[in-house]
């Protein structure tokens, strides 16, 4: 809102200056003239055309928008309050409402009304009444307020937002561990119990065999073989996931993200003999993260580890995790060949590759944002996610 208070005072001084340049005196009044000209015409156009970079200045400084309200008092004497000048004047406690809060709009509205009251004292051709003189002060006052008001208005609407940003992520986060839930107990059907199945298939066929008029030892053999293959396989499967429903019941258990994370690069190392290190960023280490959101960042995780493997021909791979800003961070970076130019989700699903897909899906299902692509490196590919530690509290949190 700033920069078009600034545009518009951009404007207004444009259409004064040649009634304040005509009106000044010859030699020192008309240089004067000309450099408040110059001066206001300069700092709304900056702030205008920039203020992402020299908006925090004049914040941190209002002695700048004070030399500025002296400046415009100079195209004002000049050009007189008639002009539209007069608008630009009632534009400064509006900023000073905006950007410093009701004290600042209290103090440039007083400086403001002094100076026009002043101004207006000086006429002489015709002398102002007391209504014409006391009207710019006022609107100065209105103005002010107003800027001091809606100042109040966007920062709670932007803690309102972030207070709803929060509320999803921590939503995301819930309902990431009931569909993992689900997950388990689909996985522990569609697995564990057709391995039994098959185990109980198997060892009828090997009760069939033994008890045979005529037994075959060699085939006795391969059947009591594939009973035992069976059975260490659904021993295997029910372990793993009887380990990640424990977890997932009780709340109280929460995962080291990144000794998980090293432990999963040097498996990925071993297996691939890339060279893979995994290390901490960030101001802190990670906090202790709940295994089912957790379960969802390392898949990714080693997802991109593998993709860097098989299609990026990398020689490095490096692994980091920490926190700044509030934000979970994780990064997994290649200096492999990188994607190729334009490459979309929406062309990966087509083309049947839903690798990069199913990653930017868990990574909304924990409501992380995942980034895929050079990132701030010169070649390879890097996948950085970015979780606000506000969803983890909830889910983390011991019970009562």
């Not at 004064?16 to 008309?30: I, K, M, S, W």
């Not at 073989?225 to 295997?236: E, K, Y």
């Not at 926190?323 to 961070?329: A, K, R, S, Y």
């Not at 930017?360 to 996610?385: D, F, K, M, Q, W």
Request: a neutral charge; proline letters at 6%; charged letters at 15%.
């Amino acid at each position: 809102m700033c920069r078009q208070v600034f545009g518009f005072r951009l404007a207004m001084i444009a259409l004064a200056t040649p009634t304040a340049l005509l009106n000044a005196g010859d030699g020192l009044p008309t240089r004067l003239v000309g450099a408040a000209v110059v001066v206001t015409v300069m700092t709304s156009y900056v702030l205008f055309r920039d203020w992402e970079r020299f908006g925090p200045l004049l914040l941190r400084h209002p002695t700048l928008l004070a030399a500025d309200t002296l400046f415009g008092a100079l195209l004002l004497i000049s050009a007189g309050p008639d002009s539209t000048l007069a608008y630009v004047s009632v534009c400064t406690p509006l900023l000073a409402g905006l950007a410093y809060s009701w004290r600042g709009a209290a103090i440039f509205a007083s400086l403001q009304g002094l100076l026009l009251l002043l101004i207006h004292a000086a006429r002489e051709n015709p002398p102002p009444g007391i209504a014409e003189a006391t009207l710019l002060p006022g609107l100065c006052v209105i103005a002010g307020a107003v800027g001091s008001s809606l100042r109040n208005l966007m920062l709670r609407f932007g803690t309102a937002t972030q207070a709803l940003t929060t509320v999803q992520a921590r939503l995301a986060a819930t309902e990431a561990v009931s569909a993992e839930r689900a997950r388990l107990a689909r996985e522990m059907h569609d697995s564990v119990a057709k391995t039994l199945h098959g185990v109980a298939l198997a060892a009828d066929g090997l009760a069939a065999s033994a008890n045979a008029d005529e037994m075959d030892p060699a085939l006795v053999g391969r059947q009591a073989a594939l009973v035992a293959r069976s059975a260490r396989r659904a021993a295997a499967e029910s372990r793993e996931l009887l380990a990640d429903l424990r977890r997932a019941s009780a709340p109280d258990q929460t995962t080291d993200i990144l000794t998980e994370l090293a432990a999963r690069t040097r498996d990925f190392s071993t297996r691939t003999g890339l060279v893979a290190v995994c290390h901490p960023t960030g101001t802190a280490s990670p906090p202790p993260v709940p295994p089912a959101v957790a379960r969802q960042l390392l898949t990714i995780a080693s997802e991109a580890m593998e993709n860097a493997h098989r299609h990026a021909h990398a020689t490095r791979v490096e692994v980091s995790a920490g926190v700044q800003d509030g934000l979970l961070h994780i990064s997994v970076h290649d200096d492999g060949s990188g994607l190729p130019p334009s490459t979309t989700l929406e062309q990966l699903r087509r083309a049947g590759h839903f690798g990069l897909v199913g990653m930017v899906e868990r990574a909304t299902s924990v409501g992380a944002r995942i980034h895929i692509g050079r990132g701030g490196h010169p070649t390879g590919t890097e996948v950085r996610l970015e979780l606000p530690l506000t969803a983890l509290t909830d889910q983390a949190a011991p019970p009562r």
